[in-house]
């Protein structure tokens, strides 16, 4: 099976501009979990999805935002970004609802803010 | 919230030595603690995990230990090799949806 796939894996974007990031779950997989992942911070839960439904946030602003598409594909926006929202973001996939169930992460997408 | 610690931060051992990383929970209603390996430029990848009805789970030279108690879990790396040399982060997870807080990381370093 191909793993999780996440488009682009590089990206740089200005002060105010917003930007959709992609994710691709392994086939089969329902749960997609978004991570910031920061030097200084570790990392960082953003929100899981089950069935194109929202069933966690993290402690981010609403700037963040995301969706599930009925393919279990996954998006994720940040709008009017900051110098902060300079990361890695990672997605993961597992296979059902549980939380026991194992994670199994993206390469990333790499986002530059200038 | 759920808050988890980790330490150290960083940790050199020599190879064949053994590496013990620590983390503390916060949240005594967390159920799951997975410990993840991350190697430069690559992805986090799940090495071992343990729930909160068990205590102790090995794997090859890799276990880990959990004191409900204390809220405390251990990573412990036996025989250690170049190859082990990463970021090892630990997490813990409440309730039954996938909500993770990872701690802050240890980057070991395993010299030959």
């Known amino acids: 099976k191909a793993g999780v796939t996440q488009t682009p894996r590089y990206l740089i974007k200005t002060r105010g501009q917003q930007v959709t990031l992609s994710c691709s779950p392994i086939?089969?997989?329902?749960?997609v979990s978004w991570y910031q992942q920061t030097p200084g911070q570790g990392l960082q839960f953003l929100f899981e999805?089950?069935?194109?439904?929202?069933?966690n946030k993290g402690n981010f602003p609403g700037r963040f935002s995301g969706r599930q598409f009925s393919n279990s594909r996954s998006e994720m926006n940040v709008s009017t970004l900051e110098l902060g929202d300079s990361a890695l973001y990672l997605c993961a996939s597992s296979l059902a609802a549980a939380n026991t169930d194992t994670q199994y992460f993206g390469p990333g997408t790499r986002l530059t803010v200038l | 919230g759920e808050n988890v610690e980790q330490h150290p931060s960083t940790l050199s051992v020599q190879e064949g030595d053994s590496a013990v990383i620590k983390c503390t929970y916060s949240d005594s209603a967390s159920n799951y603690f997975p410990w993840y390996k991350q190697e430069l430029g690559k992805r986090p990848q799940l090495i071992i995990d343990?729930?909160?009805?068990?205590g102790e789970k090995k794997d090859q030279r890799i276990a880990v230990t959990l004191n409900k108690t204390a809220k405390h879990f251990s990573l412990h790396i036996t025989e250690t090799q170049p190859e082990d040399s990463a970021v090892y982060f630990c997490a813990a997870s409440i309730g039954s949806y996938q909500k993770v807080t990872f701690g802050t990381g240890t980057k070991l370093q395993v010299i030959p």
């Open positions: 343990i729930r909160s009805n068990v």
């Open positions: 086939s089969g997989h329902r749960s």
């Open positions: 999805y089950f069935s194109e439904t929202q069933r």
